[in-house]
């Protein structure tokens, strides 16, 4: 257990809806990062946020969303949802932002949220 | 551009011998490296890591080799075990102003017994 929670675990919507992925990082990491993994895909990254404030992004959609909040869970909202956008979304946490130890750059995954659009 | 490469979508092993996964990266400028380990069905796992001022690190039976020279990075599984079948994906961050990490595509690890 890696102590990031990931809620759903498994979501089936239809094409055109909109869903939110929420996300409580490890207990004391202010950062949290979101990451799509597609069938034969490795990990895209989506975005991070570092005590509230975005940190660094990646290939996201403009259709999608994140924010985090003073409690420091994340959610990550999709809109218009596509076929294509079936996917497991990981989120995963970390200690520090930037530089920092060795072990304050290692980031922590969840389990995953499994997202079909139907 | 960015990128970090497996050589290897499948590796096979046999139980008991030693396994070693490759990959390449492409950006000098990263200056962070991780292992991550994810089995069917669940998010990737943490293994090991290594900044790049170090070229070698080892943890248990699991050793991760860095050569800068020529950006390539290995993990190096000791005495393989039917649990050590995952993918394995190499990742690289930079640690400057952006900070996402960015992952391989993965070497699926198949032991046979």
């Known amino acids: 257990d890696s102590g990031v929670t990931q809620t759903p675990k498994h979501l089936i919507t239809a094409t055109g809806q909109r869903v939110t992925l929420r996300c409580s990082p490890r207990s004391g990491d202010l950062s949290v990062y979101w990451y799509q993994q597609s069938l034969d895909q490795g990990l895209q990254f989506l975005i991070q946020y570092y005590n509230g404030e975005e940190r660094a992004k990646g290939n996201i959609l403009e259709r999608f969303s994140a924010q985090q909040f003073p409690d420091l869970h994340s959610e990550l909202n999709l809109s218009s949802l596509e076929l294509g956008d079936s996917a497991l979304y990981f989120c995963?946490?970390?200690?520090?932002?930037?530089?920092?130890?060795?072990?304050?750059?290692?980031?922590?995954f969840g389990e995953g949220s499994w997202l079909t659009v139907v | 551009g960015e990128s970090v490469g497996l050589h290897l979508p499948t590796l096979s092993v046999q139980e008991g011998d030693n396994s070693i996964i490759n990959c390449a990266y492409s950006?000098?400028?990263?200056?962070?490296f991780i292992w991550y380990k994810q089995e069917s069905g669940k998010g990737p796992q943490f293994i090991i890591d290594i900044r790049s001022n170090m070229d070698k690190r080892q943890g248990q039976r699991v050793t991760v080799l860095l050569n800068k020279t020529v950006k390539h990075l290995s993990l190096q599984i000791a005495a393989t075990q039917p649990g050590d079948s995952a993918v394995y994906f190499c990742a690289e961050k930079k640690t400057n102003r952006d900070d996402k990490i960015i992952f391989g595509k993965g070497t699926r690890l198949h032991i046979l017994p």
């Open positions: 950006n000098s400028a990263s200056d962070y």
């Open positions: 995963a946490s970390s200690e520090l932002s930037g530089t920092g130890t060795l072990s304050g750059n290692t980031i922590y």
